[in-house]
């Protein structure tokens, strides 16, 4: 907040500092050209140069014109006493006013004059404080950039002027043309004297207003035909005119650019030299410090290149675009005022104390990132994505989170060349991983998913850390006597044997087999067999041999594989007689 405030305090202070002096100059020159004005005329018709007057001989004009206003002012005091009539006194009264403001502002000229600049005036208006009149204050500054865009918009407004009176006059030419035309029918149809001489009296009027209307028009079209049709025919005028812009606001214009960029670009390099010889150190104390002056001086640097800008401006006199720099300042500042706690939060990002720090993990997009450096344009790092480092604007950092790093957990589900299971048993190869897609080869084919919609399927990493194949195989309930017993021992011996037969065998981390439950319809069996990562692309591949080996143990040991079955108990005395009669050959 308090930086903020300095801000603005510093660009007020380039306002005024700019705008009063150009009020001053402004008035001084007119004033001295009231007291100068028929000297100076007089010196040109002689055809003389007008020489400097010294300070002696202006302190004498001055007090000539002191005495010659009191002798004025003492004139019209005795014409006043004598004054026949009010409106006569009040005409007196207010040319002694006149004078007696005359007077004062020349005795402070004379004081100032001979002083070096000052007055008990101009002193005692120092002391009292007069409310500010916000709406003159503004008239004073804007006056002069007013005036400067009147003057340069002066043709186009002339000939846009122009155009529209000629519109108005073709108009009232062609109305008076149509109205002799009707009284001309009227005075050919009528046989009446009083009323042919009233109709011709109308006519008479109406060639009038026809004649003005023509006799302006062509007014109108000769200085429209002056304004648009160019002097000299060979571009001599456009030459003087750009010649004369290059070496005025033009030059204005290009001063006050190159100051800015220079003046900035130095101190910002300078800035960015100092920061980068602080953050070489890996005090995080040190860092911070070194982030809040880099910070500070680039704010500096700023604020110095626009006051190198309007430095230059006014030095050279343009009060165009002094005015309108100045303008685009003040619309600045209040911009600044309604976004100020969002640059407050960025800020405090930029100097690594906001919620979002360097060396944390932040989630971003969906995808975990580790911050590598918090700047304008942050980096973030994700070891485990192609191109996994992004630039975000320091904007939407203000909308995360951090945390600290946790060193077991991962970056992604996966890595390219992992193998994964998707929801729907989507089985495939990571070929390829970016922060914005993940392409897998399933099935022979390239499949592409979009980050979020990969996430979305839960991948299951089987080159990670191994995997595990569970199967279920069921055996009637013709087996129940020696389900705990011999079947589970002899099923897992008969997997164990056939399993080490099988190129994936040096991946085998365990082989469970066991009772799982008593199902509806058969006594079942759980089979799992473990494998690390290095197995995953057979992972398929093992399911089935698991099934075809269960099913080839049953066929060896007569183990019958059971089917779904319903089982119907009904009361003999509920069995209908047709019933009945089909069960008998069967029971027989």
């Known amino acids: 907040m308090r930086h903020y405030l300095n801000s603005i305090s510093v660009l007020f202070c380039l306002i005024s500092l700019a705008v009063c002096p150009a009020s001053l100059v402004w008035g001084t020159e007119n004033s001295g050209s009231e007291l100068t004005g028929t000297g100076t005329k007089s010196l040109a018709a002689s055809g003389k140069q007008p020489l ?7 302190l004498v004009t001055i007090l000539q014109s002191v005495k010659a206003a009191e002798a004025e002012r003492a004139d019209i005091i005795m014409r006043l006493k004598a004054a026949p009539t009010e409106a006569e006194k009040k005409e007196l009264e207010e040319d002694v006013e006149r004078l007696t403001r005359r007077l004062e502002e020349l005795n402070t000229s004379f004081e100032e004059l001979a002083t070096g600049g000052t007055s008990l005036d101009a ?18 500054i804007v006056r002069p950039l007013l005036q400067e865009i009147k003057r340069m918009t ?3 407004r002339t000939i846009e002027r122009l155009r529209s009176e000629r519109a108005v006059y073709e108009d009232r030419l062609e109305a008076a043309e149509k109205a002799i035309a009707k009284i001309d029918e009227k005075l050919a149809a009528t046989d009446s004297a009083d009323v042919k001489k009233v109709l011709t009296g109308i006519r008479q009027d109406w060639k009038s207003h026809q004649a ?12 429209l035909e002056r304004l648009l049709t160019p002097e000299d025919s060979d571009g001599h005028e456009f030459v003087v005119g750009l010649r004369e812009f290059f070496s005025g606001r033009g030059l204005s214009a290009l001063l006050a650019v190159a100051g800015f960029v220079a003046t900035y670009f130095l101190l910002a390099s300078a800035a960015g030299l100092i920061e980068r010889v602080f953050l070489r150190r890996h005090d995080t104390k040190t860092h911070r410090l070194a982030k809040a002056g880099g910070i500070l001086f680039r704010l500096f640097s700023l604020l110095a290149a626009i006051l190198a800008a309007l430095a230059i401006l006014y030095v050279r006199g343009d009060w165009l675009i002094l005015g309108l720099l100045i303008l685009f300042l003040f619309g600045a500042v209040l911009a600044l005022r309604n976004s100020f706690p969002r640059y407050v939060d960025e800020l405090r990002i930029l100097l690594n104390l906001g919620g979002v720090r360097e060396g944390e993990r932040v989630s971003y997009n969906g995808i975990p990132w580790r911050i590598k450096s918090l700047n304008y344009y942050s980096t973030l790092h994700n070891p485990l994505l192609r191109g996994g480092t992004i630039r975000v604007p320091i904007g939407e950092m ?3 989170q951090s945390r600290q790093l946790v060193k077991e957990e991962p970056w992604f589900p996966s890595r390219e060349n992992d193998f994964v299971i ?3 048993d989507v089985f495939g190869k990571v070929l390829l991983q970016t922060p914005e897609m993940v392409q897998l080869q399933v099935i022979g084919s390239t499949k592409t998913f979009a980050v979020a919609d990969y996430l979305g399927q839960h991948p299951r990493n089987l080159s990670l850390g191994g995997f595990a194949v569970p199967l279920t195989f069921g055996l009637d309930y013709r087996h129940q006597n020696h389900i705990l017993t011999t079947i589970v021992t002899r099923m897992r011996e008969y997997l164990q044997e056939h399993i080490d037969q099988q190129q994936f065998r040096p991946h085998l981390k365990d082989l469970i087999v066991d009772f799982n439950e008593a199902a509806s319809s058969s006594l079942n069996l759980i089979i799992v067999a473990v494998f690390d990562g290095a197995a995953a692309e057979q992972y398929w591949s093992i399911r089935r041999f ?4 269960a099913v080839d143990a049953c066929n060896s040991y007569g183990w019958m594989i059971p089917f779904d079955q319903l089982t119907l108990h ?7 007689p047709w019933a009945a009669e089909l069960a008998a050959p069967a029971q027989a």
């Open 52 to 58: 400097e007057p010294t300070g002696e001989e202006r």
């Open 123 to 140: 002193l005692k208006r120092e002391i009292e404080q007069k409310p500010v009149d916000w709406k003159q204050e503004i008239e004073v």
């Open 154 to 156: 002066e043709r186009p």
């Open 212 to 223: 003005d209307a023509e006799s302006r028009l062509q007014l109108v079209n000769g200085q």
């Open 398 to 400: 203000a909308d995360l």
């Open 422 to 424: 998707l929801d729907g």
């Open 546 to 549: 698991l099934q075809r080996t």
């Open 570 to 576: 009904i009361p003999e005395r509920d069995i209908p």
